[in-house]
T-cell receptor, first 110, second 115 residues
Framework: KQEVTQIPAALSVPEGENLVLNCSFTDSAIYNLQWFRQDPGKGLTSLLLIQSSQREQTSGRLNASLDKSSGRSTLYIAASQPGDSATYLCAVCGGNMLTFGGGTRLMVKP | KAGVTQTPRYLIKTRGQQVTLSCSPISGHRSVSWYQQTPGQGLQFLFEYFSETQRNKGNFPGRFSGRQFSNSRSEMNVSTLELGDSALYLC??????????????FGPGTRLTVT
C-alpha cells in the first residue's frame, strides 16, 4: 500500500526566503507525481506534474524534482512571497488514483 | 475552458439522511475521481469513473456510491449519514484513457456537515 509523507508539517518563513518542501513515498511504481496548493476551505490547484520518466519540472518560481529510486520529491520555492501562504500537497499516481501526503502548511510573513 | 464544477458548495444534513453530490468535469475529460478530505484523515480516494464504469474504488463502506453519466458528469451518494461523514468532498477530472496517467484537475469541493 502506497504511503506518502511530507516534511515539515508546517513552516513559517520571512518574505524573500528560498525554501524546500519534501515529499517521500514508499512504492516507487508510480506513473507521476503532482504538487498541489490548497488555500483554506478551497479546492486544490495543480502546480506541477512530473511524469515518472522525468527528473524535474519548473514553473516560474517553482521547481519540483523527482527521484523515483529513492522515493523522494522536493518542491523548491524561490523568493517566497506572502501570497505563497497555503498548504502544499504532494500526490503520487499509481494507476487511476492519487495518494496524498498530509501536506505542508506554509506561512510567509511580510 | 471552464474548470471542474461541483454542486452544491455547502450542505447541512442530519444523521441518517442521504445526500447526493454532483460534479461536472472539464469539457473533453472522461475520467472523474472523488476524494474525501477531513482534518484527521487528510485526503482519501473514494472512487474513479471512466466512460460510465467504475475503474477503482477506495476503502470506504458501501454507503458511499457513485455513478457517471454519458456526458461524463458524475454524482456520488452517501446513504445513512454519520457524523464522521462531515468533510470536504472533492471531485477531480482528467482526460483518462489507457495511456499514461494524466494530470488531475480539482473542483472547489462540496462542504458537507452532518449534525
Amino acid at each position: 500500500k502506497q504511503e506518502v509523507t511530507q516534511i515539515p508539517a508546517a513552516l513559517s518563513v520571512p518574505e524573500g526566503e528560498n525554501l524546500v518542501l519534501n515529499c517521500s513515498f514508499t512504492d516507487s511504481a508510480i506513473y507521476n507525481l503532482q504538487w498541489f496548493r490548497q488555500d483554506p476551505g478551497k479546492g486544490l490547484t495543480s502546480l506541477l506534474l512530473i511524469q515518472s520518466s522525468q527528473r524535474e519540472q519548473t514553473s516560474g518560481r517553482l521547481n519540483a524534482s523527482l527521484d523515483k529510486s529513492s522515493g523522494r520529491s522536493t518542491l523548491y520555492i524561490a523568493a517566497s512571497q506572502p501570497g505563497d501562504s497555503a498548504t502544499y500537497l504532494c500526490a503520487v499516481c499509481g494507476g487511476n488514483m492519487l495518494t496524498f501526503g498530509g501536506g505542508t502548511r506554509l506561512m510567509v510573513k511580510p | 475552458k471552464a474548470g471542474v464544477t461541483q454542486t452544491p458548495r455547502y450542505l447541512i444534513k442530519t444523521r441518517g439522511q442521504q445526500v447526493t453530490l454532483s460534479c461536472s468535469p472539464i469539457s473533453g475529460h472522461r475520467s472523474v475521481s472523488w476524494y474525501q478530505q477531513t482534518p484527521g484523515q487528510g485526503l482519501q480516494f473514494l472512487f474513479e469513473y471512466f466512460s460510465e464504469t467504475q475503474r477503482n474504488k477506495g476503502n470506504f463502506p458501501g454507503r458511499f456510491s457513485g455513478r457517471q453519466f454519458s456526458n461524463s458528469r458524475s454524482e456520488m451518494n452517501v446513504s445513512t449519514l454519520e457524523l464522521g461523514d462531515s468533510a470536504l468532498y472533492l471531485c477531480a477530472s482528467s482526460l483518462g484513457g489507457a495511456g499514461p496517467a494524466y494530470e488531475q484537475y480539482f473542483g472547489p469541493g462540496t462542504r458537507l456537515t452532518v449534525t
